[in-house]
Nanobody, 119 residues
Framework: VQLQASGGGLVQPGGSLRLSCAAS????????MGWYRQAPGKQRELVAG???????NYADSVKGRFTISRDNAKNTVDLQMNSLKPEDTAVYFC??????????????WGPGTLVTVSS
């Protein structure tokens, strides 16, 4: 499974960005998809996750501002980020969990995309 993310960049405070991530390759079944972020000098943290059935969870710091969505047919996951703040500046990573035909579970990470919120 390969992950390719896009959509990062520089945005002013209060602005919006949309991150997209697509999984390709020999994919059997992707269960959970999510976005994590890592700011300089900090640990990687979960931003938002979504199950195959559409249940979502968000970090408290982004609730009401970010929305995660997915397309099961296309194996894609998006993160709509509104009302961005300087503290949202980080490298954002896409993460997916695949379940194989044998029932094994594997986590895959995208390469990361930089989001910078600055005036």
């Amino acid at each position: 499974v390969q992950l390719q993310a896009s959509g990062g960049g520089l945005v002013q405070p209060g602005g919006s960005l949309r991150l997209s991530c697509a999984a390709s390759g020999s994919v059997f079944l992707i269960t959970v998809m999510g976005w994590y972020r890592q700011a300089p000098g900090k640990q990687r943290e979960l931003v938002a996750g979504i199950t195959r059935g559409g249940s979502t969870n968000y970090a408290d710091s982004v609730k009401g501002r970010f929305t995660i969505s997915r397309d099961n047919a296309k194996n894609t996951v998006d993160l709509q980020m509104n009302s961005l703040k300087p503290e949202d500046t980080a490298v954002y990573f896409c993460n997916v969990r695949e379940v194989t035909r044998d029932g094994d579970s594997f986590d895959y990470w995208g390469p990361g995309t930089l989001v910078t919120v600055s005036s």
